[in-house]
T-cell receptor, first 110, second 114 residues
Framework: QQPVQSPQAVILREGEDAVINCSSSKALYSVHWYRQKHGEAPVFLMILLKGGEQKGHDKISASFNEKKQQSSLYLTASQLSYSGTYFCGTDNFGNEKLTFGTGTRLTIIP | DTGVSQDPRHKITKRGQNVTFRCDPISEHNRLYWYRQTLGQGPEFLTYFQNEAQLEKSRLLSDRFSAERPKGSFSTLEIQRTEQGDSAMYLC????????????FGPGTRLLVL
């Protein structure tokens, strides 16, 4: 079953922060976050594994709550280049077969 | 560049024709995935391979779709008797099956069936 992402869309001014949530109805083995710009392929951002809690690099980080079966992506001090659609892909069985959410469209304005 | 490559990047065909897409994964990756993505949706799993073995095929995939990875390197996805509903972006991804690795996507093949 497809994970649910929220919000569906968000508009921010450059420099503001954003949180994107991903919830699964099944137990999670791992969560993979991607960003996709219009007409392009999804680009890998980070992976969170069962047993891990939080990862991050630069101004993008993510958390993984195993009990709640959800993950959140945090974008701080957003830049224009952060615009795009963010997808979480969930692996429920550790077989690396991902089920993707419906996406969160992020628009950053100057 | 050693990323995932796909060919062609765009394909326009008439309903009823057959089409074939190719994917070349990252060279050391033994897992290869095919996804379909329509406008406003996330990638939808179609099938995947470990080396040359096809491990799973989505139940959503009709018999008109077939995929191969004959030598465990590149893969082809064929759609027979195309329908307008097949119009979508077809994405290929590859990974190193180690339990902690993610998938890296190619640029996709955009198919338009007229």
């Amino acid at each position: 079953q497809q994970p649910v992402q929220s919000p569906q869309a968000v508009i921010l001014r450059e420099g503001e922060d954003a949180v994107i949530n991903c919830s699964s109805s099944k137990a999670l083995y791992s969560v993979h976050w991607y960003r996709q710009k219009h007409g392009e392929a999804p680009v890998f951002l980070m992976i969170l594994l069962k047993g891990g809690e939080q990862k991050g690099h630069d101004k993008i980080s993510a958390s993984f709550n195993e009990k709640k079966q959800q993950s959140s992506l945090y974008l701080t001090a957003s830049q224009l280049s952060y615009s795009g659609t963010y997808f979480c892909g969930t692996d429920n069985f550790g077989n690396e077969k991902l089920t993707f959410g419906t996406g969160t469209r992020l628009t950053i304005i100057p | 560049d050693t990323g995932v490559s796909q060919d062609p990047r765009h394909k326009i065909t008439k309903r009823g024709q057959n089409v074939t897409f190719r994917c070349d994964p990252i060279s050391e990756h033994n897992r290869l995935y095919w996804y379909r993505q329509t406008l406003g949706q996330g990638p939808e799993f179609l099938t995947y391979f470990q080396n040359e073995a096809q491990l799973e095929k989505s139940r959503l995939l009709s018999d008109r779709f077939s995929a191969e990875r004959p030598k465990g390197s590149f893969s082809t996805l064929e759609i027979q008797r195309t329908e307008q509903g097949d119009s979508a972006m077809y994405l290929c991804a590859s990974s190193l099956a180690a339990g902690k690795e993610t998938q890296y996507f190619g640029p996709g093949t955009r198919l338009l069936v007229l």
